[in-house]
């Protein structure tokens, strides 16, 4: 039998958040006595399929962030390291920072700003990356999609409805096997007109032949990106704690 794959999950927190309006980069804002980023790297450090954490933050708070870790007892991050000035950056990082790993095991590239990511959903991105070389969490769109050009009379125009049934919206974390992400990224990072958000879609954009797998996500996987998100995670994250508390649950 072949050893089991090294599952490596990266916590990618190298964006400051402008849109929050704060006056730190909303990953060390307080969610419920933590900081964000704590409660992200804490789904990842209770999933039992998760042998390491790496951790990318905004290079003038790398020293914040050790010490969180180290405060909150985290033992499975192995370093806290400055992310790149663009997403696309800093998890081609990410995977710099796996260098000494096999193109046969696992990495999950996972959005510090997700901090309600449940253990069960990270694990079953390592069960789908079993049959798959690139997975991505999604929910199905609760709302009908347009496509829009501009309109001749100024303002935007309707030129498509998707079916609805056909879309979803992504979440994080999105898991590969380390030498799909190492080639589609090797090609990207090559590209002067590369301009990606979604790290499955670099997959789709530079390998093709690449099948790129969903995993059903939960609407509670919200990003924090504006003020008041802020809020509705700490509502979420109490009737979670709510309900494990009658059930018993972790």
Same mark, same amino acid.
């Not at 999105?174 to 090609?187: E, N």
């Given at each position: 039998?072949?050893?089991?794959?090294?599952?490596?999950?990266?916590?990618?927190?190298?964006?400051?958040?402008?849109?929050?309006?704060?006056?730190?980069?909303?990953?060390?804002?307080?969610?419920?006595?933590?900081?964000?980023?704590?409660?992200?790297?804490?789904?990842?450090?209770?999933?039992?399929?998760?042998?390491?954490?790496?951790?990318?933050?905004?290079?003038?708070?790398?020293?914040?962030?050790?010490?969180?870790?180290?405060?909150?007892?985290?033992?499975?991050?192995?370093?806290?390291?400055?992310?790149?000035?663009?997403?696309?950056?800093?998890?081609?990082?990410?995977?710099?920072?796996?260098?000494?790993?096999?193109? #046969?095991?696992?990495?999950?590239?996972?959005?510090?700003? @997700?901090?309600? *990511?449940?253990?069960?959903?990270?694990?079953?991105?390592?069960?789908?990356?079993?049959?798959?070389? $690139? *997975?991505?969490?999604?929910?199905?769109?609760?709302?009908?999609?347009?496509?829009?050009?501009?309109?001749?009379?100024?303002? #935007?125009?309707? %030129?498509?409805?998707?079916?609805?049934?056909?879309?979803?919206?992504?979440?994080?974390?999105?898991?590969?096997?380390?030498?799909?992400?190492?080639?589609?990224?090797?090609?990207?990072?090559?590209?002067?007109?590369?301009?990606?958000?979604?790290?499955?879609?670099?997959?789709? @954009?530079?390998?093709?032949?690449?099948?790129? @797998?969903?995993?059903?996500?939960? #609407?509670?996987?919200?990003? *924090?990106?504006?003020?008041?998100?802020?809020?509705?995670?700490?509502?979420?994250?109490?009737?979670? @704690? $709510?309900?494990?508390?009658? %059930?018993? $649950?972790?």
């Amino acid at each position: 039998m072949s050893a089991r794959p090294e599952v490596i999950a990266a916590v990618l927190a190298g964006g400051v958040g402008a849109r929050m309006g704060a006056p730190a980069p909303k990953q060390l804002l307080p969610l419920e006595g933590r900081t964000i980023i704590e409660h992200s790297v804490a789904a990842f450090e209770a999933c039992p399929d998760v042998d390491e954490i790496v951790v990318l933050m905004v290079d003038s708070h790398v020293g914040r962030v050790e010490d969180l870790v180290a405060e909150a007892g985290f033992t499975k991050v192995s370093r806290v390291l400055p992310g790149g000035a663009t997403r696309t950056e800093t998890s081609n990082a990410a995977l710099e920072a796996m260098s000494g790993a096999s193109d #046969e095991d696992l990495a999950l590239l996972h959005d510090a700003a @997700r901090p309600l *990511v449940r253990p069960a959903t990270v694990s079953a991105c390592v069960e789908a990356l079993g049959q798959a070389g $690139a *997975v991505g969490v999604a929910v199905p769109a609760g709302d009908t999609v347009v496509r829009v050009t501009p309109g001749r009379t100024g303002g #935007e125009a309707i %030129t498509d409805v998707p079916p609805r049934a056909e879309l979803r919206r992504m979440q994080t974390p999105q898991g590969f096997r380390l030498g799909v992400a190492r080639r589609a990224y090797g090609l990207a990072m090559a590209d002067p007109g590369l301009v990606a958000t979604d790290d499955c879609g670099v997959v789709l @954009r530079y390998l093709p032949e690449e099948e790129v @797998r969903i995993v059903p996500g939960d #609407e509670s996987n919200i990003k *924090v990106t504006n003020p008041g998100d802020v809020e509705v995670a700490e509502t979420l994250l109490r009737r979670a @704690r $709510a309900r494990a508390a009658v %059930t018993g $649950a972790a």
